[in-house]
């Protein structure tokens, strides 16, 4: 997507699934499970035990992208505005010809430099060349621009725009994260959960909350489930609850279902069938295949929603699509009519793609 940066994923094993019926989501992040009851008829929410991420890389939003870290990059006059409006509006070019303006007049602008670089990086408004965005990060990183440091400590980690080189990219996120950069903190806390120790859990758990204080919706969700876990900080549900909320009011599909799961369970927050329900439709609305096998269980038990059998079999038919499965789903809606189960084909159709 545009304004997106990639992001180190790293060796994460937090939480996720283990039982069969369930398979992992884009991104790659944790999720919970919900199986049927021991009748077999009532779907049941349940905290599923290990997931171990192995997608080198994550897209995330650029400090860049408006909105996302709750402040825009220092601005110094009126011509950083008109560079970084036009950049917030699409109009690359134009953001490319005001930055460049303003070297012009002062060489030591470091936002400027910055918008270069990310303009470089991604080929906005023009082609992109990763050596030159990095030329133009270096710039602005000896400025101390924050941001520029958080890209240089991604390329490379990445060897994008130079040769690779771990230790580098890390003395540049730690020097962004403890000048506040949020998603380089977000990073860092990813590279340490690698190494497993447990210092090192405890130290990611206080650099995810600098992060999910950014509005980061990942760091939030990989948050809560430290706290749901009791990894690096005290097991706290209520705690995780919260998090997970805020994840998903940010655009978190990983958080949004695993607090619908907290809901429906009743777990650190007050049951509520009928809430999960709605935040597990937004989900499966939103492409999410985990959401949208649960959303089919629950149409089909009638819990938190009204008993559909040809909803749960379009909303199982859209997982199935994904490559997620249910055999206790297939065999519950086995009773369909023909024209029933054409009509759940037809809904699925146009639901297995949603994005």
């Known amino acids: 997507m545009r304004g997106a940066r990639r992001l180190i994923a790293g060796l994460l094993s937090l939480a996720g699934t283990s039982v069969t019926d369930a398979a992992p989501v884009d991104p790659p992040r944790p999720a919970t499970a919900i199986a049927p009851a021991a009748d077999g008829q009532a779907p049941l929410p349940k905290t599923a035990t290990k997931e171990v991420f192995t997608a080198p890389l994550k897209e995330l939003p650029t400090p860049y992208t408006p909105g996302v870290m709750g402040t825009n990059p220092p601005t110094t006059n009126k011509e950083t505005d008109v560079a970084f409006g036009a950049y917030q509006r699409g109009q690359y070019t134009t953001a490319f010809r005001e930055a460049t303006k303003r070297l012009s007049a002062n060489a030591k602008d470091a936002a400027a430099m910055t918008l270069l670089g990310e303009l470089y990086n991604q080929g906005l408004g023009i082609r992109q060349d990763p050596v030159k965005a990095a030329e133009w990060y270096r710039l602005a990183a000896a400025q101390g621009d924050v941001h520029a440091m958080a890209s240089l400590g991604l390329m490379s980690i990445d060897g994008r725009g130079g040769a ?25 806390a990813l590279i340490l ?45 209520a705690r995780a609850a919260e998090l997970f909320r805020r994840a998903a009011d940010n655009g978190d599909l990983a958080g949004e279902v695993e607090f619908a799961i907290l809901l429906f369970n009743g777990t650190g927050i007050a049951k509520d069938e009928g809430r999960a329900a709605r935040y597990f439709l937004h989900a499966a609305s939103r492409g999410n295949a985990i959401a949208q096998n649960r959303v089919a269980r629950l149409y089909a038990a009638g819990r938190g929603l009204l008993k559909n059998p040809v909803e749960a079999a379009a909303w199982n038919l859209a997982a199935a699509a994904q490559g997620l499965s249910d055999a206790w789903l297939d065999q519950t809606l086995t009773g369909l009519s023909p024209e029933e189960r054409t009509r759940a084909e037809q809904m699925a159709s146009e639901r297995a793609n949603v994005k």
Do not use: C, M
């Not at 996120?173 to 990073?187: H, R, V």
């Open 193 to 237: 959960l690698g190494s497993g120790t447990e210092a090192d859990q405890a130290r990611a758990a206080t650099l995810f909350q600098k992060a999910a204080s950014g509005e980061i919706g990942a760091a939030q969700h990989d948050l809560g489930v430290l706290y749901l876990q009791g990894r690096g900080v005290a097991k706290d549900p």
């Open 164 to 188: 690779k080189d771990l230790k580098a990219g890390r003395r540049w996120l730690e020097q962004a994260s403890d000048k506040g950069d949020a998603t380089a903190s977000y990073n860092l």
